[in-house]
Nanobody
Framework: QVQLVESGGGLVQPGESLTLSCGDSSFTLDYYAIAWFRQAPGKEREGVSCISAVQGGHHGPTYYAESVKGRFTVSRDNGKNQVYLQMNSLKPEDTAVYYC????????????????????WGRGTQVTVSS
């Protein structure tokens, strides 16, 4: 049973950083692509980033939306069974609920983040960027 849990959200000022975590207590994340999405009030869910399954001891290809490229970094800690989204230089427009998602049939991000590709979702964590 896949039960993803996000954590690490909060209220920060513009320019500050946050690190979100995505984990599962009983499901090994190593073998699957893990995607990050966000949804702001009144807006559609947006694909933010993705990290492919572990290959040869290293994570596979990653993907970033243009809006976060250069500011966000996705990574894995296989020993802790966690995936992280390091978010730097945060902007007010980054304010949203952030979700992680996975699918048992997907090990590679394939250069995109498409919500319909993922069957298992966490409940989300709120990120608010405001002065």
């Amino acid at each position: 049973q896949v039960q993803l849990v996000e954590s690490g959200g909060g209220l920060v000022q513009p320019g500050e950083s946050l690190t979100l975590s995505c984990g599962d207590s009983s499901f090994t994340l190593d073998y699957y692509a893990i995607a990050w999405f966000r949804q702001a009030p009144g807006k559609e869910r947006e694909g933010v980033s993705c990290i492919s399954a572990v290959q040869g001891g290293h994570h596979g290809p990653t993907y970033y939306a243009e809006s976060v490229k250069g500011r966000f970094t996705v990574s894995r800690d296989n020993g802790k069974n966690q995936v992280y989204l390091q978010m730097n230089s945060l902007k007010p427009e980054d304010t949203a609920v952030y979700y992680c998602a996975t699918d048992l049939n997907r090990s590679n991000c394939q250069g995109r983040v498409v919500a319909s590709w993922y069957d298992y979702w966490g409940r989300g964590t709120q990120v608010t960027v405001s002065s």
